[in-house]
């Protein structure tokens, strides 16, 4: 079974880059069957980031899409997340999350999350 | 964005009981629309995703149906493990939204 785990710093400074990284284990990033989310969780609710493909190509929420970036090494089986400029409203838990790639494109394993803290 | 509306905010009921939640699009998301559990301290955990399919692994006693844009999540009879906070979410058009949660607390 796939299994999904988040890691990064849980302190980012205001201004600065949140990154994180999401490795998969028990499948394979290189497959063209699923879609690498990220999804974050504040007060504010569930809130999707974006996703990658195994090609490389990627889709961003457009409420972020000015500061985010999320990439793919299909050498460690990993992915990962760079929002830059972050403010308070950046802090949740930040977590990672395997998507089906062919419709209805649900999201059927995730990561146990990353509390992220946005903090002088 | 399309906006995913549930109804309740939250709900006390007790084992045994039958819970229906509700999640109402804002346009037509076709039968894309999943439905997670969520535990504190945990990820949200897939139930049901277009409309009505079950999770492998989740009971039976969970189900889905919709008519037009509203879509429903029922569970047959509380079970203890039963209460946490239930999403729903589309996956009809980007950016994937989902709803802002119900809390299924023990009366």
């Known amino acids: 079974q796939v299994q999904l785990q988040e890691s990064g710093p849980g302190l980012v400074k205001p201004s600065e880059t949140l990154s994180l990284t999401c490795t998969v284990s028990?499948?394979?990033?290189?497959?063209?069957?699923?879609?690498w989310s990220w999804v974050r969780q504040s007060g504010k609710g569930l809130e999707w980031i974006g996703y990658i493909y195994y090609s490389g190509s990627a889709n961003y929420n457009p409420s972020l899409k000015s500061r985010v970036t999320i990439s793919l090494d299909t050498s460690k089986s990993q992915f990962s997340l760079k929002l830059s400029s972050v403010t308070a409203a950046d802090a949740a838990v930040y977590y990672c999350?395997?998507?089906?790639?062919?419709?209805?494109?649900?999201?059927?394993?995730w990561g146990q999350g990353s509390l992220v803290t946005v903090s002088s | 964005d399309i906006q995913m509306t549930q109804s309740p905010s939250s709900l006390s009921a007790s084992v045994g009981d039958r819970v229906t939640i509700t999640c109402r699009a804002s346009?037509?998301?076709?039968?894309?629309l999943s439905w997670f559990q969520q535990k504190p301290g945990k990820a949200p955990q897939l139930l049901i995703f277009?409309?009505?399919t079950l999770q492998s692994g989740v009971p039976s006693r969970f189900s889905g149906s919709k008519s037009e844009t509203d879509f429903t999540l029922a569970i047959s009879s509380l079970e203890p493990e039963d209460f946490a906070v239930y999403y729903c979410q589309q996956t009809y058009s980007t950016p994937w939204t989902f709803g802002q949660g119900t809390k299924v607390e023990i009366k």
């Open positions: 999350a395997r998507q089906q790639w062919l419709a209805p494109y649900h999201f059927d394993f």
């Open positions: 028990g499948g394979s990033v290189s497959s063209h069957s699923y879609y």
């Open positions: 277009d409309t009505s």
């Open positions: 346009e037509s998301i076709s039968s894309y």
